[in-house]
């Protein structure tokens, strides 16, 4: 089975410094990983994907995350925070069993201070 | 943009009615799933569609259905709504592992 764990539900942040969003996963199956981020009022836009190339994988928006599969986890960081990234973000990992499922976080909630 | 469309954008309904609520897919697409967002929660799994079967589904009650059409457009349907169904229903579509979500539905049930 699998699952995901986004080990914290808000994170604030000052403008201009780094950025650690924390998500550990579970899974039975080479998974696909994925951070999604969530603007309030919106959809889900996609930020950046893992499915076993590079461990490390650069998104948009200057985000990017490591998969590391001794310790389960996909950290999502960014180097210097900017007031537009205050959103909901997703942890989502995908593995196909029969069919492909997506199976979310919590989420977590980062407040950017000016 | 993802090129997937959902309608209404809003709905209001009340305990006890039924609701359709629709999907049209990226072009190409031939995958569809839905998500319920309860506020304050991430996405739940209600099912997936492909080539207008149901091939998976999440934890939810049978009151809960779907319909994929030829042209991969779909429908989720709803009967005898509960307050606990007020939520933002997401549709994705994609074609292999990607998923491309709609911008929501967001239902309210009073």
């Known amino acids: 089975a699998q699952s995901v764990t986004q080990l914290d539900s808000h994170v604030s942040v000052s403008e201009g410094t780094p950025v650690l969003l924390r998500c550990n996963y579970s899974?039975?199956?080479?998974?696909?990983l994925f951070w999604y981020v969530q603007h309030p009022n919106k959809g889900l836009q996609l930020l950046l994907k893992?499915?076993?190339?590079?461990?490390l994988v650069k998104g948009i928006n200057g985000f990017e995350a490591e998969f590391k599969k001794s310790e389960t986890s996909f950290h999502l960081t960014k180097p210097s925070a900017h007031m537009s990234d205050a959103a909901e973000y997703f942890c989502?990992?995908?593995?196909?069993?029969?069919?492909?499922?997506?199976?979310f976080g919590t989420g977590t909630r980062l407040k950017v201070l000016a | 943009e993802t090129g997937v469309t959902q309608s209404p954008t809003h709905l209001i309904k009340t305990r006890g009615q039924q609701v359709t609520l629709r999907c049209s897919s990226q072009?190409?697409?031939?995958?569809v799933s839905w998500y319920q967002q309860a506020l304050g929660q991430g996405p739940q799994f209600i099912f997936q569609?492909?080539?207008?079967?149901?091939?998976g589904r999440g934890n939810f009650p049978p009151r809960f259905s779907g319909l994929q059409f030829p042209n991969y457009s779909s429908e989720l349907n709803v009967n005898a709504l509960e307050l606990d169904d007020s939520a933002l229903y997401l549709c994705?579509?994609?074609?292999?592992?990607?998923?491309?979500f709609g911008p929501g539905t967001r239902l309210t049930v009073l």
């Open positions: 994705a579509s994609r074609t292999g592992g990607e998923q491309f």
């Open positions: 899974s039975s199956y080479s998974p696909s």
């Open positions: 893992y499915t076993s190339a590079a461990t």
């Open positions: 989502v990992v995908s593995a196909y069993s029969g069919t492909y499922k997506y199976i």
């Open positions: 072009s190409g697409h031939n995958t």
């Open positions: 569609y492909y080539r207008e079967e149901e091939n």
